[in-house]
């Protein structure tokens, strides 16, 4: 008689642990932007790779102590609030070869929802200037209300941050 109450209470205890299960559909988008700056494509791909902090401006941390992206495959694009080792994972290199492409998974500032995000830049020599394209492939947890953020988001890193820090370098 005690193991049936003991197994009864089990059954209660489980039911009342159960959790709440909710659907979130599952999307794709894709966007892409460029922008056309002074300088060689290994100028252009060493300024878009390695400490990144002087155009990249979007971050977790109030002021990261290093944002890199370490361009080598399995190198992280990685944020360093402190030396305590906290910090932020945005994405991990997948495919390294300069100066032409860089490819990066991870959610860069989309954490905490179910998606996946790759992102790759190509990069094309025309004379003395470089073309970057952007591509984010996005899948999963994410609307169009988000794409359309994610794009605005590239236009600012592309065409109102990356290409004014490259111009003023190159000056």
């Not at 059954?11 to 460029?34: C, D, F, K, N, W």
């Not at 984010?136 to 592309?158: K, M, P, R, T, Y």
Request: charged residues 20%; proline residues 4%.
């Amino acid at each position: 008689m005690k193991l049936l109450a003991a197994i009864g209470l089990i059954g209660l205890i489980t039911i009342s642990a159960r959790a709440e299960l909710t659907s979130h559909p599952v999307t794709g988008y894709t966007v892409t932007q460029s922008v056309t700056v002074p300088g060689s494509a290994e100028q252009t791909y060493d300024a878009l790779t390695g400490e990144i902090s002087g155009w990249w401006d979007h971050h977790f941390s109030e002021k990261p102590k290093s944002l890199r992206i370490e361009a080598w495959p399995g190198g992280k694009f990685v944020e360093e609030f402190d030396d305590q080792g906290n910090g932020a994972l945005h994405a991990t290199v997948i495919l390294a070869q300069r100066p032409k492409l860089l490819r990066m998974d991870g959610p860069l500032g989309l954490t905490g929802r179910a998606l996946d995000c790759v992102t790759t830049y190509e990069l094309t020599s025309l004379g003395d200037s470089t073309t970057v394209k952007v591509t984010v492939q996005l899948d999963g947890q994410i609307d169009s209300e988000w794409a359309n953020a994610v794009d605005g988001v590239w236009h600012h890193f592309l065409v109102e941050a990356f290409k004014p820090f490259v111009e003023k370098q190159s000056k």
